[in-house]
């Protein structure tokens, strides 16, 4: 992602928060920062989450949420679990979101009911669905054998996705949730 990208604020989002796997997160989360907001951890930023779609529309109403009820409608609720570790050009290390076919899946009818709302701004226009680890460090390589091995003693708690949350950005760069769409 580009420092560009990264430097906005004041966005909405719709992400698949996943707080369950914080503790298994946070080793690395912790310590790591967004370009954007260096003198923060990105632990203090937004909760283990996989991005559904950012940005979103600018002011969510009533008609926006209930495009979204309508384009996950279809959806029922279902385990998700993140049993291995990644990494992008660029140092971002991930876990991999399972079942990664059913994530795509949701994640591509949200993009179709939002179609003036491309993911990351259309930057990338088709993202890997992800759990972020470790933003953006020339160390990303390092925190993906770390959490291959973690998660070969001991796998990240699995969760049962039953809502999809809808965050704002404040001013502070600090996400918080304003809403819910239930699966």
């Known amino acids: 992602m580009s420092d560009a990208w990264a430097a906005r604020s004041g966005l909405t989002a719709i992400l698949i928060t996943v707080p369950e ?13 967004s370009s954007a907001r260096p003198h923060v951890p ?3 930023l937004i909760p ?21 009820e309508e384009a996950v409608s279809t ?9 291995t570790a990644g990494e992008f050009p ?8 399972e079942p990664f076919g059913q994530v795509r899946s949701l994640l591509s009818a949200v ?26 460090t020339d160390r990303s390589a390092d925190v993906v054998r770390e959490a291959s091995a973690a998660l070969a003693a001991a796998p990240a708690p699995t ?14 760069g600090r996400w918080r949730q304003f809403g819910a769409v239930s699966l």
């Open 21 to 33: 796997v914080a503790e298994f997160t946070d080793r690395w989360r912790s310590v790591s920062r």
């Open 42 to 44: 990105l632990t203090e």
């Open 48 to 68: 283990p989450h996989v991005t559904v779609l950012v940005p979103w529309v600018a002011e969510p109403g009533d008609a926006d949420v209930r495009r979204l």
């Open 75 to 83: 959806f029922e609720p279902f385990e998700l679990s993140f049993p």
């Open 90 to 97: 660029g140092g971002t290390a991930w876990l991999k979101p």
């Open 111 to 136: 993009f179709a009911a939002f179609p003036e709302c491309p993911p990351y701004g259309g930057e990338f226009p088709d993202p890997h669905p992800h759990l972020t680890i470790s933003a953006g």
């Open 159 to 172: 969760t049962t996705l039953t809502e999809l949350g809808l965050w704002r950005e404040s001013d502070d």
